[in-house]
């Protein structure tokens, strides 16, 4: 078994429940991890034997394209998009993060972590 990371993936999207968050818009970060076993593609050095994170990013891309309300939503989008488009997950965990988010005060980033 062997575990695919892919970190700080950053976005300008429109999500948020306050219209205007969709209209001005919020830096996103996305963080993927995937468990996969690893075994085939180790010995072939063939990514037809891996899952390709480069088409996990594309697939995390689009789904962030997409307007929504709540990162929760986001999130289940990302995850159920991935098992539909890849093969060879075991487990997937995403964490998105809204950057600054409009609470009242200073605020990092408020995040949503959710595996399937």
Known sequence: MGLIVIENMEFYAF???YREEQIVGNRFVVDLKIETDMTVAAKSDNLK???????AYQIVKSQ???KSYLLENI????LDALYAELEGIKKATVKVSKVNPPMGGKIGSVSVVMEK
Not at 49 to 55: G, S
């Open 49 to 55: 034997d891996a899952v390709n994170y480069q088409k």
């Open 75 to 78: 999130a289940g989008r990302i």
């Open 15 to 17: 999500h948020g429940h």
């Open 64 to 66: 962030m394209d997409r």
